[in-house]
Every structure is written in structure tokens, then in C-alpha cells.
């Protein structure tokens, strides 16, 4: 059980760092092209469908498998437990706190802006910034959790 856990681990966090890594490198980059209006209202749509179940699978269970997998580790007694619990910290505090503290009441202004337009431009520095925090998190947690399961 503790491999399947270990393995579903690497998986859902490397998901979860690609999706973030999507946003640093190509998405609002794209998004920018267009005029501002259009990139906030599509933004807009994005956040609207991040909330369905494909991606909160993912971006839950980013946090709640590694976590299930320390505990299981830590309780095996297993050797790998550490850097999955450095894995599930990581990624609580750099992702997923980052991205209730932070992006979601960001992508809640956008939403709500008198003008998208301004919205967009207020956006989508700061919002890509802590992205880039995500990202990094997600991408090391990943990595820490692959030393774990070996």
C-alpha cells in the first residue's frame, strides 16, 4: 500500500506542478497578446472552470496523498517518511497556501472589476508572480517525494 500511496504521490504533485508551470511559462504569457479586456474576461473563464473536478482532484490530492503517505510511512516506519512529510509541507505552505492566501483572492478581483480591462492589468503581474512560487513548490515537492519512494 505504502508504493501505490508513494507512487500516486509523485504523480498528483507532478500534475499539480504542471499545471502551475503552464500558467509561468505560456498561459498568461498568451493571454498578454491580447488586449486586456479579453485576456481578464478569459482569465475570468479559466478560474471558473479550474473549480470542476479535474483539476481539484489534482490540486487537492496534491495535499492529501503525500500527506496520507507520510503518515502511512511514518507509521511503517519506512525510510522515505521524511521526505515525503518535507514533500506535503512544501507543497501545503508554497502551492496550495499560496494559492488560497493569495491567487484565488486575486482571481476574486479580477472577477469582480469594474473594468476587466484594469482588472487584467492589476492582475496579472502579482498573479504571476506567486504562480512562479507555485510552480517551484509543486516542482520540488514532486522531486522530494521521487527521493522518498526510492
Not at 505504502?2 to 504542471?18: F, K, N, P, Q
Not at 511514518?74 to 509541507?89: H, M, N
Amino acid at each position: 500500500m505504502l508504493d501505490v500511496l508513494a507512487v500516486l504521490s509523485v504523480v498528483v504533485l507532478g500534475l499539480s506542478a504542471g499545471v502551475f508551470f503552464a500558467f509561468s511559462t505560456f498561459v498568461v504569457a498568451g493571454l498578454r497578446r491580447a488586449e486586456d479586456a479579453e485576456a481578464g474576461a478569459v482569465m475570468n473563464g479559466i478560474n471558473a472552470e479550474a473549480v470542476r473536478p479535474p483539476f481539484m482532484v489534482v490540486f487537492g490530492g496534491a495535499l492529501l496523498v503525500p500527506l496520507a503517505t507520510t503518515v502511512w510511512a511514518y507509521a511503517q516506519d519506512d525510510a522515505g517518511a521524511a521526505w515525503f512529510l518535507a514533500a506535503t509541507a512544501l507543497y501545503a505552505l508554497g502551492s496550495f497556501g499560496v494559492t488560497v492566501v493569495l491567487n484565488v483572492p486575486l482571481n476574486n478581483g479580477l472577477l469582480v472589476a469594474p473594468d476587466v480591462g484594469e482588472g487584467w492589468r492589476d492582475f496579472h503581474g502579482p498573479w504571476t508572480r506567486w504562480n512562479h512560487v507555485r510552480t517551484v513548490s509543486a516542482t520540488i515537492a514532486a522531486a522530494l517525494a521521487v527521493v522518498g519512494l526510492l
